[in-house]
């Protein structure tokens, strides 16, 4: 989607990401600021390693079974190496979504990392892991609770 003026709200959220994950099919290479953002830090650009037509994609999922896809990842110029790609990885179909999920995984802790601790700067605020989040909600909620023994408990849970 090219950057016209009336395409702008279609991109507004999708910024905001510090790890994207591009499927670039068009040919040619995917610019960094195609999407303008302060926190795009890592793109990882899917492309097929062949062109080809139109038809196949349309056929539905076993059109890519014997597929090779390339790889390439693109980091902000003060963001360093995250990933092992290096220049680009040609890489099965078969592999292609483990592969992917596993080092965005990898380069959205590390940018989580990155930001908050004053990107090699003086830390900004502490890194804070999923586990250490949990347990402070945790103790939160149980100091609200214990300093309102009257809370009806049952009120706060929401079925599924």
Not at 17 to 27: E, T
Not at 115 to 125: H, L, S
Not at 128 to 149: C, E, G, H, M
Request: proline fraction near 9%.
């Amino acid at each position: 989607m090219p950057n016209k003026e009336d395409n702008l709200h279609k991109k507004k959220e999708i910024g905001n990401d510090a790890v994207k994950i591009i499927w670039n099919d068009g040919g040619k290479p995917y610019e960094m600021n195609t999407i303008p953002s302060e926190f795009n830090l890592v793109n990882f650009i899917i492309e097929p390693h062949t062109q080809m037509p139109k038809a196949v994609y349309q056929g539905g999922w076993p059109w890519h079974a014997n597929s090779f896809f390339k790889v390439l990842i693109q980091t902000h110029s003060s963001v360093p190496i995250v990933t092992p790609i290096g220049d680009f990885k040609i890489v099965s179909a078969e592999h292609l979504p483990r592969l992917i999920r596993h080092y965005a995984l990898l380069a959205t802790h590390f940018c989580r990392s990155w930001v908050d601790t004053g990107r090699d700067q003086p830390p900004t605020e502490p890194l804070v892991t999923n586990w250490q989040q949990r347990l402070y909600w945790i103790n939160k909620t149980d100091k609200l609770f214990a300093s309102n023994p009257d809370t009806d408990v049952d009120s706060y849970y929401v079925p599924s």
